[in-house]
C-alpha cells in the first residue's frame, strides 16, 4: 500500500514569499503530525490534527505558519512571508489508533530553502 | 515540561561491536517509547517501540531496547553493529493527553568504522 507523500520534495523560494507543502497521509490513518528538522538537528514539533478535534497547534513558531487538514486527510502547512531561518526539511507523519500502537509512519519531506 | 534526552550527539564504533545508544525521558506517568532510524537520505522508520508489557522490546535490524522506569530511560542496544546501521537515531516519547503528541530527542548519529 502507499505510504504517506510529500509534495514538492524540494522547493527553493525567494525571502518573503508565501509556500505551501502538501501531505497525503496513508488512508484511514486519522492523525497526522508536521515536524520540521533543521540542518543536523532534530524533530520539531509544528502541529498535529486528530480526527475531527481542534488540532494542536502548540508548535506552530509564529503566525506566518498555518496547517489545514481537509476532509481528515491530505493537509497543507502554509508558511508566509517566508524567512532565511524558514530553510528546512518540514517532515509529515500519520498514525492510527491501534491498541496501543500509535507509531508514525513519515513522508520523505519537503526540503525548503529560502533564499 | 515534557522531554527527551539523548545525550550523545554522535558515537563511532567498530564494525561488529556492540551498540548502546541512550535515551531518557521526563514525564510524570509511564509514556509510549519508540525509537526512529533516520538512514543517510531516507525518511525516517520506526525500529521499536514499548508501551506495556515486557519492558525488553525486539526491533526490526537485531535491535532491542529496554524500559527501566526507575531511570525513566530506554537505551537502545545491538550486540553486533554492521556498516549499514550508520544512521540517525531519535528517541521519542509518545504522550497521551487527550489526544496523543510525540516528542522527539535530539538525535544521536551512529559512525561505523570498519
Known amino acids: 500500500g502507499a505510504g504517506v507523500s510529500q509534495s514538492p520534495s524540494n522547493k527553493v523560494t525567494e525571502k518573503g514569499k508565501d509556500v505551501e507543502l502538501r501531505c497525503d497521509p496513508i488512508s484511514g490513518h486519522t492523525a497526522l503530525y508536521w515536524y520540521r528538522q533543521s540542518l543536523g538537528q532534530g524533530l520539531e514539533f509544528l502541529i498535529y490534527f486528530q480526527g475531527n478535534s481542534a488540532p494542536d497547534k502548540s508548535g506552530l513558531p509564529s503566525d506566518r505558519f498555518s496547517a489545514e487538514r481537509t476532509g481528515g486527510s491530505v493537509s497543507t502547512l502554509t508558511i508566509q512571508r517566508t524567512q532565511q531561518e524558514d530553510s528546512a526539511v518540514y517532515l509529515c507523519?500519520?498514525?492510527?489508533?491501534?491498541?496501543?500502537?500509535?507509531?508514525?509512519?513519515f513522508g520523505p519531506g519537503t526540503r525548503l530553502t529560502v533564499t | 515540561a515534557q522531554s527527551v534526552t539523548q545525550p550523545d550527539i554522535h558515537i563511532t564504533v567498530s564494525e561488529g561491536a556492540s551498540l548502546e545508544l541512550r535515551c531518557n525521558y521526563s514525564y510524570g506517568a509511564t509514556p509510549y517509547l519508540f525509537w526512529y532510524v533516520q538512514s543517510p537520505g531516507q525518511g525516517l522508520q520506526l525500529l521499536l517501540k514499548y508501551f506495556s508489557g515486557d519492558t525488553l522490546v525486539q526491533g526490526i535490524k537485531g535491535f532491542e531496547a529496554e524500559f527501566k522506569r526507575s531511570q525513566s530511560s530506554f537505551n537502545l542496544r545491538k550486540p553486533s553493529v554492521h556498516w549499514s546501521d550508520a544512521a540517525e537515531y531519535f528517541c521519542?516519547?509518545?504522550?497521551?493527553?487527550?489526544?496523543?503528541?510525540?516528542?522527539f530527542g535530539a538525535g544521536t548519529r551512529l559512525f561505523v568504522k570498519a
Open positions: 507523519a500519520s498514525s492510527y489508533r491501534r491498541g496501543g500502537g500509535r507509531e508514525q509512519y
Open positions: 521519542a516519547v509518545g504522550l497521551n493527553t487527550g489526544g496523543f503528541k510525540t516528542i
